[in-house]
């Protein structure tokens, strides 16, 4: 931590710290590995897509490449801001698919037999864990968006 972020902590308790920042990077590479995940078993991501929306295979796909670019960007200080909110609209996008997944008999098809009812109950403790998720990122969003204001006074 840098004397000027010790001397804004201290003038503004809820300002954020460097310290807090430390976790960026662990976000990015979250998201970077759920990327690359959806290369290589694309077919079972394409499963969670709801039979209604086109290409599933395609979409794992973009979002794939999606989760990776943004998990890199989330990394970067320089690119921290835009990148939550990517991953904030990422999150928002993919929670049909997750509803989904835990709504549907698609999962007696992914796992065997005895871990179907395991893999229920953690499909439904994901969703309102993506409200958990989207709030980290918007930590970051907005801690950044408060840096920019303040710097702009």
């Not at 928002?92 to 989904?100: Q, S, T």
């Amino acid at each position: 931590m840098t004397d000027a972020d010790r001397t804004r902590a201290e003038t503004e308790p809820d300002a954020p710290v460097e310290a807090e920042r430390s976790l960026a990077p662990l976000m990015g590479a979250t998201y970077v590995v759920a990327g690359i995940a959806h290369f290589l078993i694309p077919e079972r991501f394409a499963e969670a897509v709801p039979p209604s929306f086109p290409r599933p295979v395609g979409l794992v796909y973009l979002s794939g490449v999606v989760e990776i670019l943004l998990g890199i960007g989330v990394a970067i200080p320089r690119t921290r801001r835009v990148s939550a909110w990517g991953i904030v609209a990422l999150l928002v996008a993919v929670f049909p698919a997750n509803v989904h997944l835990a709504r549907s008999e698609t999962l007696n098809d992914l796992v065997p037999e005895p871990l179907v009812a395991p893999a229920r109950l953690a499909a439904l403790v994901r969703l309102p864990f993506q409200g958990v998720l989207i709030g980290w990122a918007l930590r970051y969003a907005r801690a950044d968006e408060a840096e920019l204001t303040a710097a702009e006074a």
